[in-house]
């Protein structure tokens, strides 16, 4: 088995950065970063937004909870799982429970975290979770924002593998949340 250094910056020097734009969901930064290995120094930019939360609710049948919502980076109505924005010093259960009742109007009895990964270290710091929402029965009406228009859509693990298989579900975060499902 091959080791793998754990260090924060493996040797990396990494000088303070500036902002270049603010936006409601993320700030956008530029910094010098220098590798120690070639001597070279370049500017890297990060996209720093918060932690975000998926949610795997399923139902007493076993059906998990999807949504069908309009998405502007696709241009397209994309097939996914509820999730949103961990707000400062929420806790990812928490909110996970909190975007699953909002988007879908669904509660469980327990909820859990089964991952976590970083969407895209190459360029971004945050971490997204994956909740399991069990026993997730319809409670409440959806209390979507102003700009959502979400529709949900339960359905059997075995149709929700093959949307997978099949290339119906598409979003990258949305199938690795499905992946620690289906490996639990």
């Not at 370049?42 to 939360?53: G, I, L, N, Q, T």
């Not at 997730?136 to 859509?153: G, K, N, Q």
Request: with cysteine; net charge negative.
């Amino acid at each position: 088995m091959v080791e793998i250094k754990n260090e924060a910056t493996g040797g990396w020097e990494v000088y303070p950065d500036r902002v270049l734009v603010e936006t409601p969901i993320m700030t956008v930064k530029v910094g010098p970063v220098l590798c120690t290995r070639s001597g070279r120094r370049r500017e890297f930019y990060r996209f720093d937004c918060p932690d975000w939360v998926n949610i795997v609710a399923v139902t007493p049948e076993r059906d998990i909870v999807l949504i069908r919502q309009f998405r502007y980076g696709s241009n397209r109505i994309e097939i996914e799982i509820p999730g949103g924005t961990i707000e400062a010093a929420e806790d990812p259960v928490a909110a996970g429970c909190r975007e699953l009742l909002e988007e879908t109007g669904y509660a469980g009895d327990r909820a859990r975290i089964i991952g976590r990964v970083c969407p895209n270290p190459a360029i971004q710091g945050n971490s997204c979770y994956t909740v399991l929402v069990e026993d997730a029965r319809l409670v409440a009406t959806p209390a979507m924002d102003e700009m959502e228009d979400i529709e949900t859509v339960p359905m059997a693990e075995n149709e929700v593998r093959a949307c997978v298989k099949e290339g119906k579900i598409e979003h990258g975060l949305v199938l690795n949340a499905l992946m620690f499902y289906f490996s639990i």
